[in-house]
């Protein structure tokens, strides 16, 4: 069985401030590591994923997730947050490869930027 | 490319009731998954198709149930519908085990 915990479930941050989401997981085998992102009234969006490499991942509006495997940790970090970065963010994980994609979910992130 | 489309958006049913949710995958994609989103939670995994056939489910009621098309399009049905079945419902598709993608949803309220 897997769980994700995100440890904080809203994070109010300053347009301009760098901004952390915290996302610990567990499981029993191997995982591929996912953050999604969900604004107002929409879908999910993929934001960034870790399945193998190097243990740093980026995406391209600046959003960066780092693998820790001893810390079984996949927290998400910005240096600077715009306004439209007003969000609700989801850590998941699947298993890896033949294991399956169904997605375990955390309970969310909501990302408040002021001006 | 055309990414994953579901219908309708909004859907307001009664207790008892039965629903029928559908969504078209993703170009390419031939496994559909779907999910239950209660408000304020994250997703739950309800269960997946590949190939026409259940593919893996979640810890929900027989109740729930699915179909997966040969075009890969899914249906998802809900019957004696209850007010926790409240919720927006999202389907997501990939090829094979690949990474998810997401449709916008279907919002459902039951009264």
């Known amino acids: 069985a897997q769980s994700v915990t995100q440890l904080d479930s809203q994070v109010p941050v300053f347009e301009e401030a760098p901004v952390e989401l915290r996302c610990n997981y567990s499981?029993?085998?191997?995982?591929?590591l996912f953050w999604y992102v969900q604004y107002p009234n929409q879908g999910l969006q993929l934001l960034l994923k870790y399945l193998s490499g190097s243990t740093l991942v980026e995406s391209i509006n600046g959003f960066e997730a780092e693998f820790n495997k001893s810390q079984t940790s996949f927290h998400l970090r910005k240096p600077s947050v715009h306004i439209s970065d007003t969000a609700e963010y989801f850590c998941a994980v699947s298993g890896s490869g033949a294991a399956g994609n169904k997605l375990t979910f955390g309970g969310g992130t909501r990302v408040l930027v002021k001006p | 490319e055309t990414g994953v489309t579901q219908s309708p958006t909004h859907l307001i049913k009664t207790r008892g009731q039965q629903v029928t949710l559908r969504c078209s995958s993703q170009s390419g994609h031939n496994t559909v998954s779907w999910y239950q989103q209660a408000l304020g939670q994250g997703p739950q995994f309800i269960f997946q198709?590949?190939?026409?056939?259940?593919?893996g489910r979640g810890n929900f009621p027989p109740r729930f149930s699915g179909l997966q098309f040969p075009n890969y399009s899914s249906e998802l049905n809900v019957n004696a519908l209850e007010l926790d079945d409240s919720a927006l419902y999202l389907c997501?598709?990939?090829?094979?085990?690949?990474?998810?993608?997401f449709g916008p949803g279907t919002r459902l309220t039951v009264l």
């Open positions: 499981s029993s085998v191997s995982v591929y």
């Open positions: 198709y590949y190939r026409e056939e259940e593919n």
């Open positions: 997501a598709s990939s090829f094979e085990t690949d990474t998810q993608y």
